[in-house]
Nanobody, 120 residues
Framework: QVQLVESGGGLVQAGGSLRLSCAASGSIFGINTMGWYRRAPGEVRELVATITSGGSTNYADSVKGRFTISRDNAKNTVYLQMNSLKPEDTAVYYC??????????????WGQGTQVTVSS
């Protein structure tokens, strides 16, 4: 079994910054792509950013230039540095990891979500 534990959400004023972290633990042989998604009230969950094990990144247009995704493969941890936050960034942010287990099975896991609220 694999668990994803997120931290770093909170309340911040517009223009401020937050850093989210997500640590994966459990029966992990390796992790391919990791990413962050978000769901605003009344909206569907959307991709924010992803990063491969080799460090290639992909961002939603709405966060390009403001958010930076990174990962520490030794710690099975992914980060999301969020700068110049806007009220429209308010959402529950979810971590995702595509994990190869120690049994060499491949599964996608989600964190429990962390609330980010940006006040105007």
């Amino acid at each position: 079994q694999v668990q994803l534990v997120e931290s770093g959400g909170g309340l911040v004023q517009a223009g401020g910054s937050l850093r989210l972290s997500c640590a994966a633990s459990g029966s992990i042989f390796g992790i391919n792509t990791m990413g962050w998604y978000r769901r605003a009230p009344g909206e569907v969950r959307e991709l924010v950013a992803t990063i491969t094990s080799g460090g290639s990144t992909n961002y939603a247009d709405s966060v390009k230039g403001r958010f930076t995704i990174s990962r520490d493969n030794a710690k099975n941890t992914v980060y999301l540095q969020m700068n110049s936050l806007k009220p429209e960034d308010t959402a529950v942010y979810y971590c995702n990891a595509n994990v190869i287990s120690t049994r060499l099975t491949y599964s996608s896991y989600w964190g429990q979500g962390t609330q980010v609220t940006v006040s105007s």
